[in-house]
């Protein structure tokens, strides 16, 4: 009987929240509209759940001539990698689905390298609360030098909001290459979307 009880209020103060987060975000659309510009609570949450991430989006391997570090490398044993996680946007179709709103992340290399990872995270600012993680998408990963796209997606709700993705990449670099492999984090600027 407890533990119903918990759960109920548990389910009310979730709807509750709910329901203020989709009649909020009108007005604070509207006066940002108005004013050209990103409202100060939305810019404050956005760097909040960036944190203390990498800033560098171009990780390097490079040869080594020892366990202990990198060597002095000529530019033709530099493995250059690329990260970006792409603004939200009202999906049209294509690798997103209609009548949504998605978030990319693209990780790719300048030379084959034996793994590629791109994953997506979808974030949807919530007013008097921050930015909430509203979609993971799946792992796009593999071998070589292409392009890796993740793709998260939510259903779009009517009501302009403001939305941030994040991305998260992950390279392995060949043998003989340091550091054995990386993994960093990008986030989008912050974009205001509306269906």
Known sequence: MLRRRVFGMGLA???AVSVAAVATP?????????????????????QALA?????ATTPTFSRTSTARGPATAAAANVITCSARAQYPHASTGGNGIPGSIDGKAESWCDAPVPYIGAQAELYQYVPGSGFFLVSVGSLNSGPGNKKYTGVAFTICQGVPNYYVTKGIHTYTAPGGYYPPSVTLTTQSPIVQVSC
Do not use: F, K, M, R
């Not at 009108?26 to 990103?38: L, M, P, R, Y």
């Not at 100060?40 to 949450?45: D, E, F, H, N």
């Not at 944190?51 to 800033?55: D, K, L």
């Open 13 to 15: 103060a979730l709807l």
């Open 26 to 46: 009108a007005s604070a659309a509207e006066s940002a509209t108005a004013a050209g510009t990103i409202p100060q609570p939305v810019l404050a949450a956005a």
């Open 51 to 55: 944190g203390e991430q990498a800033t």
